[in-house]
């Protein structure tokens, strides 16, 4: 199972905000390319970006940040989301060494841009299905729409995306432990990988997680844990890899 550390971007630096409010943030690095290497040097062996000003622009706001990061680092595989709403901006990321586009609000809000973009970047899509209570939420998770979350994964699956990313919004950066359960219940539905997100807190929420591996999770992205050292990057990955 990856382990795959967050880099939040937001006015060029690298903070962590609180259930995706911008008003919430706490700032861990000035620049996030010394927050990337730091997770590098630990052992992560994939990263996990998101341009925040993008995601409430709808286009990219901190592109040279993710830019820098992915030179600086030609073999880890980063994957970025936030502000991807056209084909132009996913060529400028793959171009700029991005492994893997994640599109958020308007996957759900155009769906047909999901088979578009699949046909055209093959093995590069990653969708973000953000959700409450099984509905997917949108726009920054200012808004729950009425679409059921297995619904559109097994859309998405079908339109030919390399994974989704599943983040139960409720847990976001409140250190709650991840939702387990709900995370199990999307991989099974489905037979392209889960990344999970949202709440990881302490080891055991991996552990946790390593129990369901086999139902379809590949990963998971891990954010305020790691700022705030309640969980050891290089430990959990000899976790994982035991």
């Known amino acids: 199972m990856l382990l795959i550390p967050a880099i939040d971007l937001k006015d060029g630096k690298c903070v962590r905000l609180r259930q995706g409010r911008m008003e919430d943030e706490t700032v861990f690095a000035d620049d996030p390319l010394d927050m990337a290497q730091r997770w590098v040097d630990a052992g992560a062996r994939r990263l996990h970006l998101v341009d925040l000003n993008g995601a409430f622009a709808g286009q990219p706001?901190?592109?040279d940040v993710v830019h820098r990061i992915a030179e600086a680092f030609p073999d880890v595989p980063i994957q970025?989301?936030?502000g991807i709403r056209d084909e132009d901006t996913v060529q400028l990321y793959l171009d700029a060494g991005v492994q893997y586009v994640i599109i958020g609000t308007k996957a759900v809000s155009a769906p047909h841009f999901i088979n578009d973009l699949c046909l055209e970047f093959p093995g590069h899509i990653i969708v973000g299905l953000d959700?409450?209570?099984g509905k997917v939420a949108i726009d920054g998770w200012s808004k729950l729409s009425n679409h059921d979350v297995i619904d559109m994964a097994q859309r998405f699956e079908r339109d030919g995306v390399e994974a989704i990313v599943y983040t139960d919004i409720s847990r976001d950066g409140m250190m709650q432990g991840v939702n387990v359960e709900a995370t199990a219940r999307l991989a099974a539905a489905i037979s392209i990988p889960v990344i999970a997100s949202g709440g990881i807190s302490k080891m055991d929420d991996i552990s946790a997680l390593l129990?369901?591996?086999d139902e379809g999770i590949m990963g998971t992205?891990?954010?305020r844990a790691l700022y705030e050292g309640t969980v050891d990057l290089a430990e959990a990955q000899k976790l994982v890899d035991g």
């Open 61 to 63: 706001v901190n592109a």
């Open 80 to 82: 970025v989301g936030g």
């Open 131 to 133: 959700a409450k209570d």
């Open 211 to 213: 129990e369901v591996e």
């Open 221 to 223: 992205i891990i954010g």
